[in-house]
Structure formats: C-alpha cells, structure tokens
T-cell receptor, first 116, second 113 residues
Framework: GAVVSQHPSRVICKSGTSVKIECRSL??????MFWYRQFPKQSLMLMAT?????????EQGVEKDKFLINHASLTLSTLTVTSAHPEDSSFYIC????????????FGPGTRLTVT | QKEVEQNSGPLSVPEGAIASLNCTYS??????FFWYRQYSGKSPELIMF????GDKEDGRFTAQLNKASQYVSLLIRDSQPSDSATYLC?????????????FGTGTSLTVIP
C-alpha cells in the first residue's frame, strides 16, 4: 500500500510554455500533498504544501503565480509550471500524507523537467 | 543555521561492515525523524522513522535518536553494495499546514564489494 504516482515521468518543453505535472495517491486518500524540487546533487527543497479543497501554502521564495498548485480531490494534486524557463529545469517530486497517518509521507517517482 | 545537517560524505565502507550515518537538527520542537534512501535519478524511499529517544531496529537498519543532543543516526549492519545510495535525514515540526518535512542534504554511501 501507499503508492504515489506522478505523470509524466519526464518532459521536455520550450521556454515560455507551461507544463502540468500530476501527482496521484493510488491506494489511499491523501489529505495533504507536498511538492519538492531537487537540483542535481542537492537535497529536496519543499516548494509548497497543498491540502485538499484549500489553497496551497508556498515556501518563502517560491512564486505562487508561477507554480500553480491544485488539490482538487483526496487523490490528485497538480503542479503547473507556467511560462517555464531553463532555470526551472529540475527534478520535481510530490509526496502524499495518508489520511489518519499524520507523519508519514510517501513519495512519487518524480518528474524530470527540462526547459530548452 | 540549517534545520537539518548531514555530513555529505562520501562515506565508503567495505561489504559486510557497519555504515553509520549521522544527522543533527536545530529545532528542539522537532517531533518525528525519518531516514530515506535515494538512488541516483530516483525519488526517496522511506527506510525508517523514529519518534522516541533510544534505538529502533528494523532488519539490518537501526535508527538512534537523542533529543537532548538533537541527534539522530542510522546504522546499517552487514552493508551490501545495493545499499550504495544517498541517505536523507528528515525531521518534522508543527507547522501551519501540519508537519512539514525538513530534509538534510544527504550523505552519499558507497559499499565496496
């Protein structure tokens, strides 16, 4: 149990376009989902926390108008990178916290975004 | 001061030895402590979590927590080449949205056959 999927696993887009990444909890309901970004040889940096049915909370320095997060259901959260630029190229990973299990987070497999 | 600090390594141990990974954290309000393993190009996978002072064992892995010293460690017994990865320490503390994770930068472990 506790499987989280992400789609797509890899995406290449042109500068100025938008990209949507989906994060799904497959076998449990996730009240909270987290979005992280990881640059090469660096640790995970929390970008935002999303709770189902409410607005996401963004970490300091993360532009909420650029990284749009929607958590429309207990099993799906989406991250849209708007007007992507090459510096947005990174590994984006979501995680989900299982309803009733307050501390454990389960990570998706990640999405490798390359902006050309 | 970083929330969570780890020695970046690389740490190399021979196959069959004990690997010891260390992590310190700055906020005494931290409540829960996690060790994740991350292979290159992959997302982290949970190895162990610990909430209370002392040791917690799971197979070849032992997590040790000392809240007074704000220190958590992971011991890997009988290290295998497949244990070669980056190990991330994460801690939680109450936040506005409930228990955000704060990750260290990770320790790279290489187990030499």
């Amino acid at each position: 149990g506790a499987v989280v999927s992400q789609h797509p696993s890899r995406v290449i887009c042109k500068s100025g376009t938008s990209v949507k990444i989906e994060c799904r909890s497959l076998d449990f309901q996730a009240t909270t989902m987290f979005w992280y970004r990881q640059f090469p040889k660096q640790s995970l940096m929390l970008m935002a926390t999303s709770n189902e049915g409410s607005k996401a909370t963004y970490e300091q320095g993360v532009e909420k108008d650029k990284f749009l997060i929607n958590h429309a259901s207990l099993t799906l959260s989406t991250l849209t990178v708007t007007s992507a630029h090459p510096e947005d190229s990174s590994f984006y990973i979501c995680s989900a916290r299982r309803q009733g299990h307050s501390y454990e987070q389960y990570f998706g497999p990640g999405t490798r975004l390359t902006v050309t | 001061q970083k929330e969570v600090e780890q020695n970046s390594g690389p740490l190399s141990v021979p196959e069959g030895a004990i690997a010891s990974l260390n992590c310190t954290y700055s906020d005494r309000g931290s409540q829960s402590f996690f060790w994740y393993r991350q292979y290159s190009g992959k997302s982290p996978e949970l190895i162990m979590f610990i909430y209370s002072n002392g040791d917690k064992e799971d197979g070849r892995f032992t997590a040790q927590l000392n809240k007074a010293s704000q220190y958590v460690s992971l011991l890997i017994r009988d290290s295998q080449p497949s244990d070669s990865a980056t190990y991330l320490c994460a801690v939680t503390r109450p936040g506005d949205t409930g228990n955000q994770f704060y990750f260290g930068t990770g320790t790279s472990l290489t187990v030499i056959p």
